[in-house]
């Protein structure tokens, strides 16, 4: 304890009574010279009572107090100099062999690649502040942050890579823990996920919420941490401290209490307003620079880490303009976390039959084919009022915002939803169809559960939605034609590679560039088959060519009076979709007026320019002769 609490102790002097500091100083000049016994023991406040240590405030804070000085000067519990891993050596030696990202003793986390970075899980009972802390680590607010007592906002695990100082490490948001969920339940399933994590993981940061002390749920969390990770490496955070720093020493009552768990001295922080970060960065570095050695020593040595690094950066660089960024959207319940699953290959998000299972957006990565993918999978899209709020409504916000940020939308229906109502698509999803094209992103639409129409009394269903959904579809959204439609298993693992092969082949046409003489070619061809009603009312189309990709913008640049209408650009649409196979993504058409030429030439006006007057040839000579 004594190592973490001083400091901020000694930063906010003013809410601790100058006696303290008084005790502090002398037994800080007592350990310079003799360290001292150990005055203040752990077992003493395991062994009393909660109300006993309330009511002796006044003299266990005096020892509280020396307890820290020990610390303060450097003196551990068993008298003995603590040995850091920042140290240097017994000889006095400074090796100062450094290479790329490694140093002696030492590790620079800037220049380590993602994929070689130590994993760190935050774990607690809920609503203890965790997603507010993953927040915070990567300067972001992705998680969803809401206070619910009675609820779990998070249930699947979320993964982001976090900032901390010049610490860069992989941090994994995971669902409150309660060791009394029934079997079978959503709890126990998010329990056996975060087990599953915790042993993939260098580090786990047990959080408590300080303001309501030490809870009942915390011990059976703390049981059910030695139980199922034994092994693993764990600091005790204490959350929602920001309040405690007053004059009646209430923090360092909490940190002597959290000590119940068992699991070494507890840092106080507080996530939503960044106290305690430094102390809390002092707690977890040695635990993961000593990690990075090891695994620079298991990949051959400093020389071969450097080697594996530039060809990691090398390879990030080129993938970084590649990455296809896929957003799986729907209605709740369609299988969207199933088929996420299922293109992973992977219990990667929490799947059941309950409806509305996902709140947060979670986004994963993988590889396919050698290109890089990054898939979002997002809560499901209902239509809410502005009266509603709680997590549900921050669920929508946020995958509104992930449909933005995507290059290819892939709109997930359900066979067996439509076989009963009878039509393809409900007003939910025309919106999220809607959207995503008015945002200009690729659309692919994926009918999922097609393992239940495909018995004998459902044929005939099955025969009539392979016909009459793309139909539909088309007459919807009339703005986009030639949308994909795939038809699907997801929970069977049928149509895997067919929906990824037509995600890439949408991704491709959605960058399509052609060269604008190519395109002038065709723009003759195409005008001179339309068909004018009057070839004076026909509008002078100069030259044509594309400005944007992704998704295709074009320019027609008109001179004259006459301009495109509406009729002509979606005849030059259409055409374009079919004579250069863009179907199912939007296309742009702007148009701009060439301006008129002067008399002088120019295409602009000539009022102002000066010009060199005419030579006047001179008669002087011919005068002379004369």
Not at 4 to 16: A, E, G, K, N, T
Not at 586 to 595: D, G, N
Request: charged share 25%.
């Amino acid at each position: 304890m004594s190592r973490l609490w001083v400091p901020l102790l000694s930063q906010r002097r003013r809410f601790i009574p100058n006696r303290v500091f008084h005790i502090v100083e002398s037994s800080r000049r007592i350990c310079s010279s003799t360290p001292s016994p150990n005055l203040l023991s752990d077992s003493v406040f395991l062994e009393s009572g909660w109300n006993t240590r309330i009511s002796n405030a006044r003299l266990l804070l005096p020892l509280a107090a020396v307890h820290i000085a020990r610390g303060y000067c450097g003196v551990p519990e068993n008298g003995l100099p603590e040995k850091r891993l920042n140290d240097s050596a017994s000889d006095g030696k400074v090796v100062a062999n450094k290479v790329q990202g490694v140093q002696r003793n030492s590790v620079d986390f800037k220049k380590i690649p993602i994929n070689m970075l130590p994993t760190v899980v935050l774990v607690g009972r809920p609503n203890v502040g965790k997603s507010a802390l993953f927040n915070r680590f990567i300067k972001r607010r992705e998680a969803l942050v809401y206070n619910t007592p009675d609820d779990h906002v998070t249930r699947d695990i979320r993964e982001g890579v976090a900032k901390l100082g010049d610490l860069r490490f992989v941090v994994l948001d995971s669902s409150g823990l309660e060791t009394t969920a029934s079997s079978g339940s959503i709890l126990e399933r998010t329990a056996k996920m975060t087990e599953n994590v915790l042993l993939k993981s260098q580090l786990a940061i047990f959080l408590i919420d300080a303001r309501a002390g030490l809870h009942p749920f915390d011990l059976e969390v703390g049981k059910w941490l030695r139980r199922h990770a034994p092994n693993i490496n764990l600091v005790v955070a204490m959350n929602k401290s920001e309040s405690l720093f007053d004059n009646s020493c209430t923090l360092l009552a909490a940190g002597l209490e959290a000590q119940r768990l068992g699991f070494g001295d507890p840092v106080p922080i507080s996530a939503e307003t960044g106290l305690g970060m430094q102390e809390l960065y002092g707690a977890i570095k040695p635990v993961l620079e000593k990690y990075m050695l090891k695994v620079i020593s298991d990949n051959g040595g400093r020389d071969r880490f450097h080697q594996v690094t530039n060809s990691n950066e090398d390879d990030d660089t080129l993938d970084s303009k590649t990455k296809l960024q896929l957003a799986i959207v729907g209605r709740p319940n369609v299988g969207k976390s199933t088929l996420l699953n299922t293109l992973l290959q992977s219990d990667r998000v929490l799947v059941g039959p309950e409806a509305g299972l996902t709140r947060d957006s979670i986004r994963a990565e993988f590889e396919f084919e050698g290109r890089t993918i990054y898939l979002v999978d997002t809560a499901g899209w209902l239509h809410r009022t502005k009266e509603e709020k709680g997590p549900g409504s921050l669920s929508v916000m946020q995958s509104t915002k992930n449909l933005m940020r995507a290059h290819v939308v892939a709109l997930v229906l359900d066979a067996e939803e439509i076989a009963r109502e009878r039509r393809s698509m409900k007003h939910s999803e025309v919106v999220i169809a809607r959207r995503a094209v008015e945002e200009g992103r690729a659309l692919v639409v994926i009918v999922n559960k097609m393992d239940l129409m495909r018995g004998k009394k459902n044929f005939a269903s099955y025969e009539k939605i392979l016909e009459a959904v793309p139909e539909e579809i088309q007459t919807v959204i009339p703005q986009v034609t030639g949308i994909p439609v795939i038809f699907i298993s997801a929970l069977e693992g049928r149509g895997r590679l067919e929906v990824m092969h037509q995600v890439i082949e949408t991704y491709e046409k959605w960058c399509t560039r052609l060269s604008t003489a190519r395109l002038n070619r065709w723009l003759r061809k195409v005008m001179s088959r339309h068909s004018w009603k009057d070839q004076s009312a026909q509008p002078k189309v100069k030259y044509f060519t594309q400005v944007k990709a992704r998704p295709p913008t074009f320019v027609a640049f008109v001179s004259g009076k006459i301009r495109l209408s509406d009729t002509d650009i979606r005849f030059l649409t259409k055409s374009l979709k079919e004579d250069f196979n863009l179907g199912g993504i939007p296309i742009r058409i702007m148009q701009r007026v060439v301006p008129k030429k002067t008399v002088d030439g120019g295409g602009k006006s000539n009022k102002h320019v000066v010009r060199t007057p005419e030579r006047i040839r001179s008669n002087k000579r011919s005068l002379i002769v004369e």
